[in-house]
């Protein structure tokens, strides 16, 4: 007489070691997975935050120079930001960038931010802030390919008329 446990073996033909072997790999592997795509959201949003500090840095190089006009090309960014927004969400903007305006504004109404980013999905901790120093007349866009600028910025400063430093499109 074979015992019920025989039964199942013969049936799978492996034992009950093989079986907790292979869901402990299959459950390793899925934490790897899990780990690496995690680690790449934190490289992405790194990317965010030195591409901000590397624009506030310039901001304030001309800031704090008597005149000062430079285009300014950006750090990269990575592959998931399709744009990044200047300006202020209660002032003039380019109609060009209006579905972008009005997604910003319903989520950040209540910020002070000058500098977006978009889809703001990513990094949602990082997808507005706010340059010290710095306005940007009006509410423009500058498409990001290939992790840049798709065309420049300029940043223009004169102690003698400005009190902030411009970001022009």
């Known amino acids: 007489m074979r015992s019920v446990g025989k039964k199942g073996q ?24 899990f780990a690496i795509r995690h680690f790449l959201g934190i490289n992405e949003c790194a990317q965010i935050g030195l591409f901000y500090e590397d624009l506030q840095n310039e901001v304030n190089r001309a800031w704090s120079s008597g005149t000062y006009v430079q285009r300014y090309y950006g750090q990269s960014l990575p592959g998931s930001i399709k744009a990044v927004c200047f300006g202020k969400l209660e002032g003039e903007i380019d109609i060009t960038y209006s579905e972008f305006y009005d997604e910003f504004q319903t989520i950040y109404s209540s910020q002070d931010a000058n500098i977006f980013f978009y889809p703001t999905e990513r990094c949602s901790d990082l997808s507005s802030n706010t340059l010290k120093h710095a306005i940007a007349p009006t509410f423009f866009c500058r498409e990001i390919k290939n992790g840049k600028f798709a065309s420049d910025i300029t940043i223009q400063f004169d102690d003698l008329e400005d009190d902030l430093v411009k970001i022009i499109s």
């Open 10 to 33: 013969e049936i799978f033909g492996m034992s009950f070691g093989m079986i907790f072997s292979i869901i402990i790999t299959i459950f390793i592997i899925a934490v790897a997975f």
